[in-house]
């Protein structure tokens, strides 16, 4: 089962991260507030699937390691640690005081100051997330033949 469901829900997981990085993107550069606005407030709610979806990830990779810790796993591994840590310390944080100075209409310097936190470390969840879904089909054998050594053609 964990077969099945780690890289459904780390698909998810990542989804989700990209659409709110994306989505602040567009509208801070094409939106006006009220669209702003809109978006900050919609992304708390994506935590109700987030959080789970990262859980289901971390919980069938650990069981789908099955105790090793060396090689790509181990790299895997000692990702999941610093993603979750952005996560929680970071960027859920971010995006509960970004909603509600959004909803207040406060888009104010400390507002952008920590958009400008909230989306290098969300782009570095992206990246941490990326590597291990690399490494995953790496693992299975699902990467191209020119990828799998980490150069491309």
Same mark, same amino acid.
């Given at each position: 089962?964990?077969? *099945? =469901?780690? %890289?459904?829900?780390?698909?998810?997981?990542? *989804?989700? =991260?990209?659409? #709110?990085? +994306?989505? $602040?993107?567009? $509208?801070?550069?094409?939106?006006?507030?009220? /669209?702003?606005?809109?978006?900050?407030?919609?992304?708390?709610?994506?935590f *109700?699937?987030?959080?789970?979806?990262?859980?289901?990830?971390?919980? $069938?990779?650990?069981?789908?390691?099955g105790?090793?810790?060396?090689?790509?796993?181990?790299?895997?591994?000692?990702?999941? %640690?610093? +993603?979750?840590?952005?996560?929680? !310390?970071? !960027?859920? %944080?971010?995006?509960l005081?970004?909603?509600?100075?959004?909803? &207040?209409? @406060?888009? @104010?310097?400390?507002?952008y100051?920590? /958009? $400008?936190?909230?989306?290098?470390?969300?782009a570095?969840?992206?990246?941490l !997330?990326? &590597?291990?879904?690399? @490494?995953?089909?790496?693992?299975?054998?699902? !990467? %191209?033949?020119? #990828?799998?050594?980490?150069?491309?053609?």
């Open positions: 089962m964990s077969k *099945l =469901i780690h %890289p459904i829900a780390g698909g998810i997981a990542t *989804l989700l =991260i990209a659409s #709110f990085w +994306i989505s $602040t993107v567009i $509208t801070e550069l094409l939106g006006n507030a009220a /669209q702003i606005a809109a978006v900050k407030t919609a992304i708390p709610w994506g *109700l699937l987030l959080v789970p979806s990262l859980a289901a990830t971390a919980a $069938t990779g650990v069981i789908r390691s105790g090793r810790k060396g090689g790509i796993v181990g790299r895997k591994l000692r990702r999941m %640690p610093i +993603i979750a840590a952005n996560g929680v !310390l970071i !960027l859920i %944080p971010a995006a005081f970004r909603s509600m100075k959004a909803r &207040m209409g @406060d888009l @104010d310097s400390a507002f100051a920590v /958009q $400008t936190i909230e989306l290098l470390a969300g570095a969840n992206l990246t !997330l990326g &590597m291990n879904m690399r @490494d995953g089909l790496r693992m299975t054998h699902r !990467l %191209p033949r020119h #990828f799998r050594r980490g150069t491309a053609v």
